[in-house]
């Protein structure tokens, strides 16, 4: 199963994209010019802290960010910009196009609706299946996700299946539209370690299979090395490195990407004194002159105070936001 | 040298409403079904496993924060009970718990430093240091600032949340520290501040520790022994390096394989990972013979129907599973 | 299931039980009804005369023990103004009561459900903060305010609608809306924060990220799990209108069983009063377990117990 062709032309183009909400007369800007491109099949992830900004970029792509939030700049879906759509017209590429499974599977399936009904919707949705046609192909999907007795799980509520088999469900219904793009936020966070493991082998299987694009956020360095090709570390609404999952392991850059990477404790090395990073994230919104990295920064120097760095290519696939080595 | 904290053949069982679908009255849910272990004096032990294996029941048991239905706990000797009499809240001194979500720990309308302070005023003896003094001094130990000390709890960022929390729960000098998940719900360079904080003050202070979580990796970090459980009991139990360096049971195996190590990209997803059947079970239907036995690849007729016994495998290494069992005794393969 | 509905319909007969004593009780302790009924310079034995005839002179518990048991044989005593049953006469007002509830509750319903729902899909825009103004103000109006004030302006001022009495649809008008007022105003206001709270859940916006356009989100994931509070709240709200008419009816001479009883009191005529009481407690109770039991019937997760997990 090859494809003869490749191609490399972006599925999803993101670039300036600026995120404000407005809350009461404050405005804050959460998201400072993020670009980034996906190409067909695949998997990126995207790894920060709070506030970083990795759930927010998707949300504003998606226009799912409610009414008082500003998204500026462009995000271009197969050539087609979706930035300014209005609901009805991006309600044809969400599930369709791209999909998104969220954090916490069991809060994000309607409590009073079966499972399968709920899987049944975004096919009645997406391909215009119903009735006995539309029962198949559910069972046909929690299969492919692995759910055992799906002829009986398919009419359980969500509050009857346990977390990890919610996240499969909501696997089924993301695939149900069989999208180009599938977005998972923490898709294993709220899950128990051995359910975590097998998730993260389903979703890459899924992307092997379908051959769609994935994009993994999480907080846990870890769970992106495991499935993502690529990662895109993000601090306090910007990204500040981009690189190679290998490279980005043995050979960061970024002081927070340093950071983070030193602040993790290993399983079977010596046990040895944690790096941390002093200081704390700063408030979403806060302005901030220069690098939004530079209070906490062991390195900082007098121009990192005076402007924002910017994403440069700093090797193939390796990019990184930082003024003291980019200036070197 | 006795235990700071010993444990004997600890039982919780709750009755729950049985399924209507079955018409049948009570289920008995067994949260904690038999623990032995104990704590030695400075030491800290990590209590690792899954939703449902009943660690955070522990964590109030030992306490005494909920009444046991069978076993003994015994603190510096003297036994453990939930009864909330004088001896109970006496008792408090000694022993305390952080937990996992740190706003919904603290009051939401006393200030950080009426927190910490607090405890210093129930407890306090005459002659001692003033309670204000002492508060403020364990808050600076912690690394609070001063200008934290009058902010309220939703004015504190995760990690500061959590480090009132710790001075409040230290600041009686107690000797037994019980941590539930104390830094799941923070960010992952606060985690590194909090489990370094951890570090120093157990030294410091020279405290005993009980840690719940379900990380290993911060578990092999800071705990010098290791109990798993599952269901209710402890499968494996040893020193943290003997146990997460060369885990014997099935279950400690495949927990360990399920941590992922970032830079081992597909590693450990393609080859070499234990990937369990099934989903972790329900305390109230609890297997026959071995519990573990339904999503074990090792299972065999026997594990089925008899209950492993607990077999020592090393200095300070014990694991409960026939397969072990047998290999020990020299019987089998 | 059984076991519940058995145990919620034994309180229910405990509720009602209650509530008769007390009436019981506090109507003898609080004043005379012979000097009511036959005026305060009767001769004293007259009054004596009355009080025997009645058994108003017997030890109280004795007195409520004869009522209890006359109760169970379906005798629920007598006016004692004009001897006539005095449960007939409380279910003879029962129709003038419910031509304002139901008229009033469908009103409710039909202004103060989409109210609500309006106002939370439009959540702190003007639209919102006007509906929420006008749910304030009638929730906080007392009924007979409102009620007076409809009186002045409708009546007296413009002469359009009659200030009360029964003759005609045009009597219905005013009490009918004063009641309207007060529980739309109670229902928009419950209606909007349980919108909110949906509204405000992961599954909404999932649901978004499914494809499904708003009003869909809305129609066929928000309001079928904001409906049950609603449900609730309306068959509560049901059950008190019937005993909420008392002020309204009594503002407008609404010959309902609110005006009967409220005169009934004033007369200490108390018979009447305690049948009347009785038939409102009912009524009330059994509103509240129909509640109960549909919204049993409705939320999955209450109708599983907790030990189904799979």
């Not at chain 1, 927010?56 to 998204?71: A, E, I, N």
């Amino acid at each position: 199963m090859t494809s003869t062709v490749v191609d490399s032309s972006p599925l999803l183009n993101i670039s300036d994209l600026r995120i404000t909400f407005d809350q009461r007369g404050h405005t804050s800007e959460v998201l400072h010019g993020v670009d980034l491109d996906i190409i067909r099949g695949e998997s990126i992830g995207l790894v920060g802290e709070s506030g970083c900004g990795k759930s927010v970029t998707w949300l504003g792509v998606l226009g799912l960010l409610g009414k008082h939030t500003r998204v500026t700049g462009s995000a271009k879906f197969q050539g087609r910009e979706l930035l300014g759509l209005s609901d009805t017209e991006l309600s044809q590429i969400r599930g369709r196009k791209i999909a998104m499974i969220f954090q916490d599977p069991s809060s994000s399936l309607n409590p009073a609706q079966r499972v399968g009904a709920q899987i049944a919707e975004s096919l009645a949705l997406h391909r215009d299946l119903r009735g006995a046609q539309a029962t198949a192909e559910v069972l046909a999907l929690l299969d492919h996700v692995e759910i055992p007795d799906a002829k009986r799980r398919m009419n359980a509520y969500p509050h009857e299946l346990s977390g990890g088999m919610n996240q499969r469900v909501m696997i089924a219904m993301a695939l149900a539209g069989q999208p180009d793009l599938l977005i998972a936020d923490e898709p294993t966070t709220a899950l128990d370690a051995t359910v975590q493991a097998q998730i993260l082998l389903l979703l890459d299987t899924v992307r092997r299979d379908t051959g769609m694009a994935l994009v993994t956020i999480s907080h846990d360095l870890g769970v992106i090395s495991e499935i993502c090709d690529r990662v895109l570390v993000m601090y306090a609404g910007a990204i500040v490195e981009s690189a190679p999952s290998q490279t980005l392991f043995t050979d960061a850059q970024h002081p927070y990407s340093l950071g983070l990477l030193a602040a993790m404790p290993a399983l079977n090395a010596e046990v040895h004194r944690l790096t941390t990073i002093r200081g704390s994230i700063p408030q979403a919104g806060q302005l901030i002159q220069g690098c939004r990295f530079e209070a906490r920064c062991d390195f900082a120097q007098d121009n990192c105070r005076l402007s924002s760095p910017t994403l440069k290519t700093i090797a193939v696939g390796h990019s990184l936001a930082c003024t003291r080595k980019l200036a070197a | 040298m006795t235990a700071l904290l010993s444990v004997n053949n600890l039982q919780r069982h709750f009755s729950v409403e049985g399924n209507k679908e079955w018409l049948s009255g009570k289920k008995i849910l067994r949260a904690v079904d038999g623990v032995t272990l104990s704590v030695q004096r400075g030491k800290t032990l990590g209590i690792v496993g899954e939703s449902g294996c009943g660690k955070s029941t522990m964590a109030k048991l030992v306490l005494g924060l909920i009444p046991a239905t069978a076993g003994t706990v015994e603190f510096d000797g003297k036994p453990v009970t939930a009864n909330r009499n004088q001896a109970w809240r006496a008792a408090r001194r000694h022993m305390q718990m952080v937990y996992q979500d740190p706003l919904s720990a603290l009051d939401r309308r006393l200030t950080a430093l009426a927190q910490v302070t607090e405890p210093l005023n129930i407890h306090h003896k005459h002659g001692e240091t003033h309670p204000t003094i002492a508060a403020q001094s364990m808050m600076r130990a912690v690394g609070l600032t001063d200008n934290l000390f009058q902010r309220y709890p939703h004015e504190l960022s995760g990690g500061q949340r959590q480090r009132v929390v710790l001075a409040r729960a230290l600041v009686l000098k107690p000797s037994l520290l019980v941590c539930d998940e104390p830094i799941s719900a923070l960010d992952v360079s606060v985690q590194a501040q909090v489990i370094n904080l951890l570090t120093d003050l157990r030294q410091q202070m020279n405290l005993t520790m009980l840690f719940i979580s379900h990380d290993l990796r911060v578990v092999r970090h800071i705990c010098d022994e290791v109990a798993v459980m599952y269901l209710g009991r402890i499968i494996e139990q040893g020193s943290a390096k003997n146990v997460l360096s060369h885990p014997a049971h099935p279950y400690t195996r495949a927990l360990i394989s399920a941590v992922s190590t970032p830079g081992a990209k597909h590693a450990t997803l393609n080859s070499g990972r234990i990937i369990l059947k099934g989903e972790p079970p329900n305390p109230v239907d609890v297997p026959t013979g071995c519990s573990f036995h339904p999503r074990c690849a090792l299972a065999t007729a026997h594990c089925k129907t008899n209950a492993p016994v607990t077999t020592r495998i090393g200095e300070a290494h014990t694991v409960s599973c026939h397969l072990h069992t047998m290999i020990h005794h020299g019987l089998g393969s | 299931m059984g076991r519940y509905m058995l145990s919620r319909s034994l309180r229910a007969l405990l509720t009602i039980f209650l509530v008769v004593g007390f009436a019981f009780t506090i109507l003898r302790l609080s004043g005379d009804p012979a000097m009511m009924i036959l005026s305060a310079d009767a001769p004293p034995e007259a009054i004596e005369a009355f009080r025997e005839s009645w058994g108003l002179d017997a030890p109280l518990w004795q007195q409520f023990w004869g009522y209890l048991l006359n109760i169970i044989h379906g005798n629920f005593g007598v006016s004692m103004r004009d001897g006539s049953p005095a449960m007939r006469l409380v279910l003879e007002s029962i129709p003038a009561t419910l031509a304002l509830a139901l008229p009033a509750f469908a009103l409710n319903l039909l202004i103060g459900i989409p109210a609500g729902i309006f106002a939370a899909l439009h959540r702190n825009s003007w639209v919102d903060r006007l509906v929420m103004s006008f749910s304030v103000a009638g929730h906080t109006l007392p009924s007979f305010v409102l009620g007076l004030l409809l009186v002045l302006i409708f009546a007296v001022s413009l002469g359009w609608l009659p200030s009360g009495g029964y003759s005609g649809v045009e009597h219905a008008i005013l009490p009918v809306l004063t009641l309207t007022v007060g529980g739309a105003a109670v229902l928009a206001r419950y209606t909007r924060s349980s919108m909110l709270e949906v509204l405000g859940q992961p599954y909404i916006r999932a649901a978004s990220a499914k494809g499904l356009r708003w009003s869909q989100v809305v129609t066929r994931h928000a309001l079928p799990n904001a409906a049950l509070p609603i449900v609730t709240i309306a068959g509560l709200m049901f059950g008190g209108l019937i005993a909420g008419a008392v002020v309204v009816e009594s503002v407008f001479s609404w010959p309902g069983v609110g005006r009967l009883t409220v005169s009934a009191v004033g007369n200490r005529d108390l018979a009447v009063v305690q049948a009347a009481l009785l038939l409102i407690t009912v009524s009330m109770v059994a509103t509240n377990l129909v509640v109960d039991s549909i919204y049993c019937l409705f939320d999955p997760r209450l109708r599983a117990s907790s030990g189904a997990h799979h």
